[in-house]
């Protein structure tokens, strides 16, 4: 089975420009969730999808962030427009029902640097 | 607000030492604990505790839960230089409604030493 994957792996923008990662979760994983690391911090929970609805977006740091699930598959996250605290890993993750016994999958992450 | 706390944050070892990594946690609406190993990449799954007191093992790796006092165990046994990585301590718990959410710790940093 495929795991989750993320694009790109990598991104560098200047302040003020436009980002949007994708997150292409397990097939048939309801459940997608995003979460960021910011240096020198924890993984901190962004948001949650069952599907195409967003379910807890309480995790979103301002109005800059705008996530979508169109079809209930794949993923985006876009930060427009962004600042330098932006900067971090965005890890995607995907989980069965409640991820309750298949726990949850994550991908390797984009690390976003914003100069 | 969650909190799920880490030690050591750092550990340096020899091969064939055994470790031990401690994860605290205070949540409101606990599920789960969840360990994770994460090398370059994805952080990839170890264990899901759910119960206290039953342990859990795959090969060298193991660890333990104890919800009276709020706190888990990974223990490693006969480590390897292929064990070197950031082990990452989460906790699971509802999150509004029937929502569910991970709180992570800010990992321990083990490496491992030939």
């Known amino acids: 089975e495929a795991g989750v994957t993320q694009f790109p792996s990598h991104s560098v923008i200047e302040k003020g420009q436009t980002v949007t990662l994708r997150c292409d979760p397990i097939?048939?994983?309801?459940?997608l969730y995003w979460y960021r690391r910011v240096m020198g911090k924890e993984i901190k929970f962004l948001l949650h999808f069952v599907k195409e609805s967003k379910q807890d977006e309480s995790g979103m740091p301002n109005n800059r962030f705008l996530a979508e699930r169109t079809g209930g598959t794949y993923s985006t996250l876009k930060v427009q427009p962004a600042e330098l605290e932006d900067s971090g890993v965005y890890f995607c993750a995907s989980s069965q029902e409640w991820g309750f016994t298949y726990g949850y999958t994550f991908g390797s992450g984009t690390r976003l640097t914003v100069v | 607000e969650d909190k799920v706390v880490q030690s050591p944050l750092s550990l340096v070892v020899h091969e064939g030492d055994t470790v031990t990594l401690n994860c605290s946690y205070e949540v409101t609406n606990f599920r789960s604990l969840l360990w994770y190993k994460q090398e370059k990449k994805a952080p990839t799954f170890l264990f899901m505790l759910?119960?206290?007191?039953i342990e859990k093992k795959s090969g060298r790796l193991s660890s333990i839960l104890d919800k009276k006092e709020l706190f888990s165990i990974l223990n490693i046994t006969a480590t390897q230089t292929g064990d070197s990585a950031v082990y990452l301590c989460a906790v699971e718990a509802i999150s509004g409604g029937s929502n569910y959410k991970l709180t992570f710790g800010k990992g321990t940093l083990l490496t491992v030493n030939p």
């Open positions: 097939s048939g994983h309801d459940n």
């Open positions: 759910t119960s206290s007191g």
